[in-house]
């Protein structure tokens, strides 16, 4: 791609206000690469084990009601390995493995087959805030990506992914500061007297907090409230807490 045409589709991408921009313009994107089919797929986390799925595509008629219907996602080895990995991969690859793969998994790669989606390339996206995303682009037998594309490319899909966190996952963090504190000190066993010892405030203010926290995430307890939060990026490590495993220098 010549890097007037990736400028602007960048530009563009950084600039769109809605999801359905972003929708025309990853097809275009995927049209630029060759292929005629894409699937974007967004995962927000609602908990430890729970997401919801936000899907941009533009897929053979039919293909996104089977596969819903059919559970697929369930078994899809794209899924399964862009959520185990960062490195994009090229579909051809997993015919290598097709062995040692379900047989489930090995129907669904089939069923793409046969709606013309015979090739592709997957880019596994994880966020800082918890979320994933995965972007694949697929054609014909005859489409295929230059390794010399996957850079430019990745560095597009990264993009979309940042694009597609802003438009569609609308569960930013409003907690207080005080709040995360607290959910901080609980996540380390603390209870609530020993946070309030900690923080210097009363036992009855701790509770408060994360009450507070509670229902601002709409969670039902406090332990749910941690897993939520720290699924989402909202309760981070601390800074001032860390611990130095490893040091090499040359």
């Known amino acids: 791609m010549e890097k007037k045409r990736f400028n602007q589709l960048l530009n563009r991408i950084d600039d769109c206000g809605k999801a359905e ?3 025309q313009i990853i097809l275009e994107v995927t ?6 089919y894409y699937q974007f797929c967004l995962l927000i986390p609602m908990g430890l084990l729970q997401c919801q799925i936000y899907l941009l595509s533009h897929s053979p008629d039919g293909w996104i009601k089977n596969y819903w219907e059919n559970k697929y996602m369930q078994e899809d080895p794209l899924v399964h390995l862009a959520m185990r990995q960062s490195r994009p991969f090229q579909w051809r690859d997993l015919e290598l493995t097709d062995k040692q793969l379900p047989a489930q998994s090995v129907a669904i790669m089939a069923a793409r087959r046969e709606r013309g989606m ?8 994880h966020g800082p ?7 694949s682009l697929s054609g014909g037998q005859d489409s ?4 010399a594309d996957l850079p430019l490319l990745g560095i597009l899909s990264s993009t979309i992914f940042c694009k597609a966190n802003q438009l569609l996952n609308q569960k930013a963090s409003n907690l207080s500061e005080r709040e995360r504190e607290c959910l901080f000190w609980v ?6 007297w020993e946070v309030a010892k900690i923080l210097g405030i009363t036992e009855r203010t701790v509770n408060f907090h994360l009450n507070s926290a509670i229902r601002k995430t709409g969670c039902r307890n406090r332990y749910q409230t941690i897993a939520h939060s720290i699924s989402a ?3 981070m490590p601390a800074m001032d807490r860390l611990t130095l495993a490893t040091f090499m220098e040359i």
């Open 21 to 23: 921009q972003l929708n």
């Open 31 to 36: 049209r630029e690469y060759g292929y005629q």
């Open 118 to 125: 015979c090739d592709g390339v997957t880019f596994p996206l």
């Open 129 to 135: 805030n918890g979320s994933h995303g995965i972007l």
């Open 144 to 147: 295929e990506l230059e390794l």
């Open 187 to 192: 996540s380390e066993g603390k209870t609530s």
């Open 233 to 235: 990026g909202h309760l």
